[in-house]
């Protein structure tokens, strides 16, 4: 098993930028394919980007194509999530989640094993 925790998040205002970490321990974090989710108050939980184990293959939802970034780094255990331009629809709480089959990518979160707890993005206007 994996666990996983998620820092970073806070308050920023529109057009800002933040890095949310997730951090992995347990398990080599080389055998995960890796994602990033999130949910808004009220809504549910939405795809935002996968990776595959090695970081060569991502893929994004359309509404942060260009303005998030996701990498990582298997030394440290630890998956990034870049958000810049940020803008008040991506306020939610962040999850990141470890899939066992590492060269997938994929955005149905039932195809996740593993989640974090979450960290609070607030995106003032």
């Known amino acids: 098993q994996v666990q996983l925790v998620e820092s970073g998040g806070g308050l920023v205002q529109a057009g800002g930028s933040l890095r949310l970490s997730c951090t992995a321990s347990?398990?080599?974090?080389?055998?995960?394919?890796m994602g990033w989710f999130r949910q808004a108050p009220g809504k549910e939980r939405e795809f935002v980007v996968s990776?595959?184990?090695?970081?060569?293959?991502?893929y994004y939802r359309d509404s942060v194509k260009g303005r998030f970034t996701a990498s990582r780094d298997n030394a440290k255990s630890t998956l990034y999530l870049q958000m810049n331009s940020l803008k008040p629809e991506d306020t939610a709480v962040y999850y990141c989640?470890?899939?066992?089959?590492?060269?997938?990518?994929?955005?149905?979160?039932?195809?996740?094993?593993?989640w974090g707890q979450g960290t609070q993005v607030t995106v003032s206007s």
């Open positions: 990776i595959s184990w090695n970081g060569a293959s991502a």
């Open positions: 347990g398990s080599t974090f080389s055998r995960y394919a």
């Open positions: 989640a470890a899939d066992e089959r590492p060269g997938t990518i994929t955005t149905n979160e039932e195809d996740y094993d593993y």
